[in-house]
């Protein structure tokens, strides 16, 4: 059973940075990619990025500007997503997600395991 806890969301100003963290289960490092999506109100819920732990290739939602970096530690089994510049449009729940996938894919559809999520509030 995968399990994933995000935590680190919270209200920030727009242009300030927020860093995201998902703490996976063991045995979810070495067999899973892992990813970020969020939800907006009202709207369906969106990829953001995704890491390949066989490949380590990171994948990034194109609507991102290279604000957003994800990254990793293998030694806490942990993923995270920095944001910086944040705007208003970025606000949403964000949820950390799990697949046994190679190569990265942005439909939900493809993600086996969900986090609870995370809420980040973007102030004008």
């Known amino acids: 059973q995968v399990q994933l806890v995000e935590s680190g969301g919270g209200l920030v100003q727009a242009g300030a940075s927020l860093r995201l963290s998902c703490a996976a289960s063991a045995r979810t490092v070495s067999r899973y990619a892992m990813g970020w999506f969020r939800q907006a109100p009202g709207k369906e819920r969106e990829f953001v990025a995704g890491?390949?732990?066989?490949?380590?290739?990171?994948r990034y939602a194109d609507s991102l500007e290279g604000r957003f970096t994800l990254s990793r530690n293998n030694a806490e089994n942990t993923v995270y997503l920095q944001m910086n510049s944040l705007k208003p449009e970025d606000t949403a729940v964000y949820y950390c997600a799990a697949a046994r996938m190679t190569t990265i894919r942005t439909m939900t559809s493809s993600w086996d395991y969900w986090g609870q999520g995370t809420q980040v509030t973007v102030s004008s």
């Open positions: 890491i390949s732990w066989i490949t380590k290739l990171i």
